[in-house]
């Protein structure tokens, strides 16, 4: 047969359906409106392979519309148009459930045409995307849908997937199998949370399988080959990438050593040796910052040597710099101080440079009381005098917050001393 397996097996209905209980199990709000019969419109967000085109085939089976499909990446107005001029046919009399897979890839003009039928009721729409749909579907669509998140499925409910897609096999082969230990498995961890590539990883298995006198025995080695790298997913334009630096930074913030590692092993798997790079000085300035201030140029330095590398050496000294950033000390307080003062310029919260600070040379005759009045520091003892800095309209104004960390602490004990407080 021509038709992928995953497609033969494809569930037909609810509770055939792997993963996504969250949303489907009973009692949950998207299965609720489901059994209610009524079909709003409605975006499912989520990874591939995750039951979105099986969920929106299934609910135009449970409504009386006029079932129409288009796919974002191919679809031409003309398309639009002919779903539009369907709506106002006897066959559409119930009106058209459109089901638009790949929705981002619609452009803003596209979906606006759906808008008024949308808006009517003449078209309900389904749409599925694997982008946040909140970035790149049109606000109007957004406002007139619900979006519901559909989420990687666990290798735990594959498993049977990919044990039902081996026997679908031996039933349309009119063949028994065998299966080596682990296979079920590494098919089901393999994939990355797809099940359409599980089952069809299990297809493949199955074409590449030994061929014994009481049938087929498919061996680990022969599923290792043909899942090796199908578990890794990244796209460095897609929410994916934002998600591992994401959690690349947060896990060496929460001083997590063993999760930096394993996300920055991510991030050089995919060969976004920028990223790693990037997010791992800001992580050091950000979240190391005073604490540890020794360790921005060591940071640096290892950045600089991990470039000059390239990949696969430059793993070793950003494996170093990120340990030693997750395992240091930490504080934010310069992080805050910026952007405090930041905060009060947006306000408008500002005002002229005290004359003692101006780079004043020499005053006009109009100003009866010349000189600049500036107290050089390091004239006096400790190198220190009170005198101003902020300008008039922000005396007293505290931006910086001492850390509680032991470099911060210190210097804060000496200028306490030193300013008498």
Not at 152 to 167: D, G, M, N, Y
Not at 201 to 223: D, I, K, P, Q, Y
Not at 357 to 365: C, R, T, Y
Request: glycine share 6%; charged share 25%; proline share 5%.
């Amino acid at each position: 047969m021509n038709q992928p397996l995953a497609d033969r097996l494809r569930p037909q209905t609810i509770d055939e359906m792997v993963g996504q209980r969250h949303l489907l199990a009973p009692g949950m709000a998207l299965r609720k409106i489901i059994d209610s019969g009524a079909v709003p419109n409605l975006i499912f967000y989520g990874p591939s392979g995750v039951g979105k085109t099986t969920l929106a085939e299934i609910l135009a089976k449970k409504s009386n519309k006029y079932f129409c499909k288009l796919n974002g990446t191919t679809a031409s107005t003309a398309d639009i148009k002919e779903v539009i001029a369907r709506s106002a046919t006897l066959s559409a009399i119930n009106g058209v459930l459109l089901y638009l897979d790949e929705i981002q890839y619609f452009n803003k003009k596209q979906q606006q045409t759906l808008l008024e039928f949308i808006e009517n009721g003449s078209i309900t729409l389904i749409a599925s995307t694997t982008e946040n749909p909140y970035f790149y579907v049109y606000n109007a669509v957004l406002s007139r849908s619900t979006v519901f998140e559909f989420k990687s499925v666990t290798a735990q409910e594959i498993e049977p997937a990919v044990l039902r897609a081996f026997r679908a096999l031996a039933d349309e082969s009119h063949e028994s199998f065998e299966l080596e230990d682990g296979v079920l498995r590494h098919i089901a961890f393999g994939c990355g949370g797809d099940v359409r590539k599980a089952v069809n990883s299990a297809e493949l298995c199955w074409l590449a399988a030994e061929l014994t006198e009481t049938g087929r025995f498919v061996r680990l080695e022969t599923a290792r080959q043909l899942t090796q790298r199908s578990a890794f997913k990244y796209d460095k334009d897609g929410d994916e990438h934002y998600d591992i630096i994401s959690a690349y930074q947060k896990s060496m913030r929460g001083s997590d050593p063993d999760a930096a590692i394993h996300y920055l092993a991510r991030l050089l798997e995919a060969g976004d040796l920028p990223s790693a790079c990037r997010r791992l000085l800001v992580c050091a300035n950000e979240d190391v910052g005073l604490a540890y201030p020794q360790l921005i140029p060591i940071v640096q330095a290892a950045v600089d040597s991990a470039l000059q590398l390239g990949l696969p050496e430059a793993r070793i000294p950003l494996a170093n710099a990120v340990i030693l950033v997750a395992t240091a000390p930490k504080s934010n307080s310069g992080y805050n101080a910026i952007n405090a003062a930041l905060a009060d310029l947006k306000k408008g919260r500002s005002g002229p440079i005290p004359r003692n600070l101006q780079n004043k040379h020499f005053d006009g005759e109009d100003n009866a009381r010349k000189g600049q009045f500036y107290e050089y520091p390091h004239a006096y003892p400790h190198h220190w005098l009170e005198q101003q800095y902020l300008p008039d309209a922000l005396q007293g104004r505290t931006y910086y917050e001492w850390g509680d960390n032991k470099n911060e602490q210190a210097a804060k004990a000496y200028w306490d001393k030193i300013k008498n407080r």
